[in-house]
């Protein structure tokens, strides 16, 4: 038989397909309309901003959906090996959610545990992680405060909402299969410090600072916000128009508003419509200053030029 390598790509049109798959199923799937517990550690309030106000959308390849999936798989298999072991889990059908500031920041638990070994009377918020060899022998030598802050900050959340005192956390190489796991204490300062982060966020009208100038900067390099955040030319390269990119919407944050947003003229949030007065916050138009307003329009002059013109209705 001829050898067939010679007539094969090197990625063959069956795997192609199935990470087509993948990048289908994550292309329709809405966008998350709150803040989650999951990234509040991120260093950078810039980017929490921008996903917040849905002002980008992550796009990855189907390889590494795919790989999102296989981690998310192995939650099932742990969950059984700590039941095997004697360890009561709780919190799946239907999954632990927690929510605050108006319900603008959640997150849902892995679960919760009682009868670890360690400490086998403490209930327990349940965190799961699947790591690569690097990742997995940095975070064995340092801890998870040191080498995964955002898995850090994610459980003391959890920690803080459901008011419990301990985390486990249960990291698995996914090159070995090496397992190794960490109980963490309950911080309340550190909860209260990310609690005042979300609300600061939620709350803000304009983007926060970058936190750094450099594009070569090791956070910016790489970063899913880039293109809003440092858009090139006079675009703003939006994934669609959204009411939480608008100067008329508010996210309301008292208790029990399930996530609200108010429009100052009144009009319906989010109805899938394009709307008519939607009037960009003028932070996303950094290539230009701000030199006049009324209430339905923003009249900008341009960094480059000087060329004045009129974003919203003044301007038709």
């Given at each position: 038989m001829s050898d067939l390598a010679e007539y094969t790509t090197k990625t063959s049109k069956t795997a192609e397909a199935i990470y087509r798959l993948y990048e289908e199923r994550s292309n329709a799937e809405p966008t998350r309309n709150y803040l989650g517990a999951s990234i509040i550690g991120h260093e950078c309030e810039r980017y929490l901003w921008f996903a917040f106000r849905q002002a980008f959308k992550p796009r990855f390849p189907g390889r590494i959906l795919r790989l999102f999936d296989t981690g998310k798989r192995e939650e099932s298999r742990i969950i059984a090996e700590l039941e095997a072991i004697g360890v009561t889990v709780?919190?799946?059908?239907?999954?632990?959610?927690?929510?605050?500031?108006?319900?603008?920041?959640?997150?849902?638990?892995?679960?919760?545990?009682?009868?670890?070994p360690e400490a086998p009377k403490t209930w327990h918020v349940l965190e799961f992680k699947t790591h690569n060899t690097a990742s997995f022998n940095k975070l064995k030598k340092e801890g998870v405060k040191a080498s995964k802050p955002m898995h850090y900050a994610q459980m003391q959340v959890y920690m803080g909402c459901t008011m419990l005192t301990r985390a486990l956390y249960v990291a698995v190489c996914k090159d070995t299969d090496e397992i190794y796991?960490?109980?963490?204490q309950y911080d309340k300062t550190e909860f209260a410090a990310l609690m005042r982060k979300a609300k600061h966020i939620i709350e803000s009208i304009t983007p926060p600072p970058r936190i750094s100038e450099r594009k070569d900067f090791y956070l910016c390099k790489f970063c899913d916000a880039s293109t809003i955040c440092r858009p090139l030319g006079s675009?703003?390269?939006l994934p669609r128009q959204d009411c939480r990119t608008c100067c008329h919407a508010t996210p309301e944050t008292a208790p029990n508003v399930a996530g609200t947003w108010t429009c100052a003229r009144k009009l319906p949030m989010d109805n899938g419509e394009t709307c008519k007065a939607h009037l960009l916050i003028p932070d996303l138009i950094p290539w230009a200053e701000v030199i006049d307003a009324g209430a339905d329009w923003i009249m900008f002059r341009n960094h480059d030029g000087g060329e004045e013109w009129v974003h919203g209705a003044k301007g038709k």
């Open positions: 709780e919190g799946q059908d239907p999954q632990i959610s927690v929510e605050a500031l108006g319900g603008h920041f959640r997150g849902h638990l892995d679960g919760k545990g009682l009868g670890i796991t960490e109980r963490i675009t703003v390269p």
